[in-house]
């Protein structure tokens, strides 16, 4: 029988839920445990303690190797704690700076096996350089190299030329380094803990995987439980990369911890969530009560170390934890790390003076409010804000040709670009976060309440103002805040420019932080939990890059892409009036057309969406013009 099937199932009582009022709830399932919690669970355990195992865990470091010399102190420092901690990673090491695009993850696994990982599982971008013919080469020779091993419960190798040779099908208890197995089991003070790893099944769509085929992570999970109870482990750690509160299509821990009993602590990744305390886990999909999962995770760039003590009954139990995200730029740098990073930082240094191919005809402005100044990158269209979206919009556009537009939030461009050749370290230091580039599903009505969001603090600044690609957009900052927004229209296949409607639904791309929901954007982060936002796993500066090199020479424009209506002429000629049969012009305010001309006027292929004043002695005659207000002729 089953160890897990004997374990004593906690029934929560009226008095035990007001007894806890520590816990902040954010689901039926869910809680953050926090100090006075964690307190109470140590004087009144559900079976005494005997056995405490304590993790180290990063997750999503993306190749920002100039963290390791800190990250080393920060683990040498809570090993001096506590020397029986093991340190896991619950993967994406590879991509998203110049080390890893010249280095492809060997830069990193020199700190890795520095500091002595001890588990690994991989993340989405483990993948990003496999194809079909020679498989996941970069990957292989990173394993391959590595002072440690691996898991992987829910990934086929078997068809993938570089790596079929590396997996092991089965649980090992004597794991051998720069190996990949279903499952491991490591002793720690003579208690048995077992280690499964899994990937998003999102990586056949975001990564090149090339013939690595995903599977069910709910199922492999269960398998893998059940071989350790087999085992008899029944101390269990799920060490994934499938999202904290992701896409519930698709995978995430909450999840995992809610449909497979038995896993005891899940170590996250792939979401980059700053989970500052663990979360516990208390019931089953169902609502019923079932035994603790605890699930951490620490955020991302290595900026935290994650350390989780989580202490056992004799059955198994988790009866008592303690988490914390330990900020690693608190440290001071290792100095052997800093001799190890040096050869690389310095090949870097080289590469970031290497120009793109692309040639800027005029610098590229990133305007501040200041000084004078009342435009600003974030409260006004600008060219360098164009060129970024104009270039999300065609990589998006690859991936899906439904994409219709492209956002990208001012307070994510960082710096201008000079006139001239244009560097890479130049393409850097304008998108310099890591972001990776995603696609949303959004009706017509969320995209306005979006909008709304991004002219809230017009004429002020605002880090969340919208820049976008393939639509233009008029908004009225006389208006109140939420109902500022005139019209927004999008570019169909035709080039023609469309009215978006409020109950369609339109395909949108934007960098994943402003698509969780960042600088408020509160209807972005509902359609991420409901499942509408996917993530590419592209990164921002790279596309940036590649679209620069596809242009060659960039010479973009100030095009009236977001408009506002009090910057609009109020008097116009009748040739600035006329449209074409193609494309309609709209005025969104009163207009006053100047017909003072001796010879005959035509005004055609107009909407006004106010009042038309014709002033002039010149016969006028009005073709395909529409008028919501009134018409009248001014002598």
Do not use: C
């Amino acid at each position: 029988m089953s160890i897990f099937t004997n374990k004593k199932l906690l029934h929560v009582t009226l008095s035990t839920i007001l007894a806890t009022t520590a816990v902040i709830s954010i689901s039926p399932s869910v809680s953050f445990a926090k100090k006075d919690q964690q307190e109470t669970q140590k004087k009144t355990p559900p079976g005494k303690a005997s056995f405490t195992l304590s993790l180290l865990h990063t997750n999503d470091i993306h190749a920002r190797t100039e963290q390791f010399p800190k990250l080393v102190t920060a683990v040498k420092e809570a090993r001096k704690q506590n020397p029986h901690s093991l340190l896991l990673d619950a993967g994406d090491v590879f991509s998203g700076t110049l080390y890893f695009n010249e280095f492809k993850g060997q830069a990193d696994l020199k700190f890795m096996n520095l500091m002595g990982y001890d588990v690994m599982t991989l993340g989405n971008h483990e993948f990003d350089l496999g194809n079909d013919e020679e498989g996941n080469k970069a990957l292989a020779e990173f394993i391959e190299a590595a002072k440690f091993a691996f898991v992987s419960s829910n990934v086929d190798f078997s068809n993938d030329q570089a790596l079929q040779g590396l997996f092991s099908d089965t649980i090992s208890s004597k794991p051998k380094d720069g190996k990949i197995y279903q499952g491991m089991v490591k002793k720690v003070k003579g208690e048995k803990i077992g280690f499964f790893g899994l990937t998003t099944q999102e990586t056949a769509d975001i990564a090149s995987p090339g013939k690595v085929q995903f599977e069910n992570y709910i199922e492999e999970a269960k398998k893998a439980v059940k071989a350790f109870e087999d085992m008899g482990v029944n101390k269990i750690v799920a060490v994934t990369h499938i999202g904290y509160n992701d896409n519930p299509n698709v995978d995430n821990d909450i999840l995992l911890a809610q449909n497979v009993p038995g896993i005891d602590v899940i170590v996250g990744g792939h979401s980059h969530d700053k989970l500052t305390e663990p979360v516990v886990i208390d019931a089953d999909k169902d609502g019923k009560v079932k035994d603790k999962t605890l699930i951490v995770q620490a955020y991302q760039y290595g900026d935290f170390l994650g350390s989780l003590d989580v202490s056992f009954n004799s059955a198994g139990e988790v009866v008592s934890h303690k988490g914390k995200l330990i900020e690693t730029a608190t440290f001071a740098d290792d100095k052997k790390a800093l001799k190890i990073l040096k050869p690389y930082q310095d090949k870097i240094k080289e590469i970031e003076s290497t120009e793109t191919g692309a040639t800027a005809i005029n610098a590229l402005e990133n305007p501040r409010q200041g000084n004078g100044s009342t435009t600003s990158v974030r409260s006004n269209e600008t060219t360098l804000g164009n060129v970024i979206t104009d270039g999300m919009l065609a990589k998006a556009q690859q991936y899906d040709s439904n994409v219709i537009m492209a956002l990208q939030n001012g307070g994510g461009i960082r710096n201008s670009i000079d006139a001239g050749p244009i560097t890479v370290g130049e393409v850097i230091s304008v998108l310099p976060f890591g972001n990776t580039l995603a696609t949303m599903q959004l009706t017509g009505k969320e995209l306005k309440e979006a909008f709304e969001i991004s002219f809230k603090n017009v004429p002020g600044e605002n880090g969340g103002f919208l820049h976008v690609s393939g639509a233009k957009v008029v908004y009225d900052s006389t208006k109140p805040v939420n109902s500022r927004v005139v019209s927004i229209a999008y570019k169909d296949t035709n080039g023609q420019y469309v009215s978006i409607k409020d109950e369609e639904t339109y395909k949108v791309a934007t960098n994943a932080f402003t698509a969780k929901g960042g600088d408020g954007y509160t209807v972005f982060a509902n359609a991420y939990k409901e499942g509408r936002v996917t993530d590419l796993g592209l990164s921002d500066w790279e596309n940036f890059a590649e679209h620069l090199r596809n242009v060659k020479t960039v010479n973009p424009s100030i095009e009236g892409r977001i408009v506002d209506v009090v910057n609009l002429p109020s008097t116009v000629t009748p040739e600035e009036f006329n449209g074409t049969p193609e494309e309609v012009k709209v005025f969104y305010k009163d207009i006053t057309v100047l017909a003072t001309q001796d010879e005959d006027v035509i005004l055609q292929h107009a909407h006004i969406k106010g009042n038309l004043f014709i002033k002039g002695t010149a016969n006028v005659t009005m073709e395909n013009v529409e008028v919501d207000g009134d018409t009248e002729f001014l002598d």
